[in-house]
Structure formats: C-alpha cells, structure tokens
Nanobody
C-alpha cells in the first residue's frame, strides 16, 4: 500500500506565491514519476506538471514560467512552487505518483487526497 500526503494549500492573493508538497510512503521499491494535477469546479482534472525519474519534466502550457516542480528523491517528496498566481489557478490540486511496489513487483498509479488552493483578493 502506498500513501501520498499533501500539504501547503490555502488562500493566496493574486500575484502571490504558494508551495505545495507531497510525500510518498509505503511498500515502494522505486518511484517512476511524481507530479501534480488540478481540478476546478465544473472542469475535468488536468495536468499541471509531471517529473519522471531520470526523465524530462512536462509542464502544462498555462503555467510555464510561473510554476516549478521539483523532487527530493531521497525522501520521496514532490513540491510545486507556484508564483504569480491568478484567480484561474483556483482548484483542488492532486499529487500523483507512479510507483513500483516491493511485492508484488508491479507498477501502479496513486493519488493524494487533494488540497484546495484559492486565489482571491
């Protein structure tokens, strides 16, 4: 079993910054990728950024230059630094991880519980 625990959501003013974090724990052999998705009311869940282990990070077009994803591979933690935030960034942000388990040795995807981010004055 794998758990993803998120933190760092909240209320921020337009133009402000916020950092989200997500820590993976459990029977993990290795982490293949970690990332962030978001879902605004009435919208589908969409990719924000994903960082494959040893691979190239992919960012959604709407946030290039404003958001940065980075990982601490020793602790299995992924962060999302969000700058120059806009009201349209308001959404529930979900952590995502693709993990190879210890036993059985399969690769599965996991989601965090979601953390609310609200950008408003």
């Amino acid at each position: 079993q794998v758990q993803l625990v998120e933190s760092g959501g909240g209320l921020v003013q337009p133009g402000g910054s916020l950092r989200l974090s997500c820590a993976a724990s459990g029977s993990i052999n290795s982490i293949k990728a970690m990332g962030w998705y978001r879902q605004a009311p009435g919208n589908q869940r969409e990719l924000v950024a994903i960082a494959p282990t040893g691979g190239r990070t992919t960012y959604a077009d709407f946030m290039k230059g404003r958001f940065t994803i980075f990982r601490d591979n020793t602790s299995g933690t992924v962060y999302l630094q969000m700058n120059s935030m806009k009201p349209e960034d308001t959404a529930v942000y979900y952590c995502y991880a693709q993990c190879q388990l210890v036993s059985p040795s399969t690769v599965r995807s996991y989601w965090g519980q979601g953390t609310q981010v609200t950008v408003s004055s």
